[in-house]
């Protein structure tokens, strides 16, 4: 039903800057909140941060907080992580996920999210 792709991932040094972007197809996109996921090589999947559905509400994990943004623009029906400041610990496959909701609320950012991206490869050199 619904279609998400990421895109942005690549190489970086320590210290430097990188955007992703999210689109999600197949819904009217503000009805998707949107959060972004990672996993790095061996460990599981981790919270990153979530956006509700009109883009009034944002919400980070302890580790990326005060690092990463994440936006909207619901008119592209796009999503973005503006990521500065990276550390080597960054390093991971980023995902991209929707979560359903008609709700402007952060107990939708909490999960379950309904739709997953296919992700896309930060590497940060030290």
């Known amino acids: 039903q619904v279609q998400v792709v990421e895109s942005g991932g690549g190489l970086v040094q320590t210290g430097n800057s990188l955007s992703l972007s999210c689109t999600a197809s197949?819904?009217?996109?503000?009805?998707?909140?949107m959060g972004w996921f990672r996993r790095a090589p061996g460990k599981e999947r981790e919270f990153v941060a979530a956006?509700?559905?009109?883009?009034?509400?944002?919400h980070y994990s302890d580790s990326v907080k005060g690092r990463f943004t994440i936006s909207r623009d619901n008119a592209k029906k796009m999503v973005y992580l503006q990521m500065s400041s990276l550390k080597p610990e960054d390093t991971a496959v980023y995902y991209c996920?929707?979560?359903?909701?008609?709700?402007?609320?952060?107990?939708?950012?909490?999960?379950?999210?309904?739709?997953w991206g296919q992700g896309t490869q930060v590497t940060v050199s030290s």
């Open positions: 996920a929707a979560a359903v909701t008609t709700s402007e609320s952060i107990a939708v950012l909490m999960g379950p999210y309904d739709y």
């Open positions: 197949g819904r009217t996109f503000t009805n998707l909140a």
């Open positions: 956006i509700s559905w009109v883009g009034r509400i944002t």
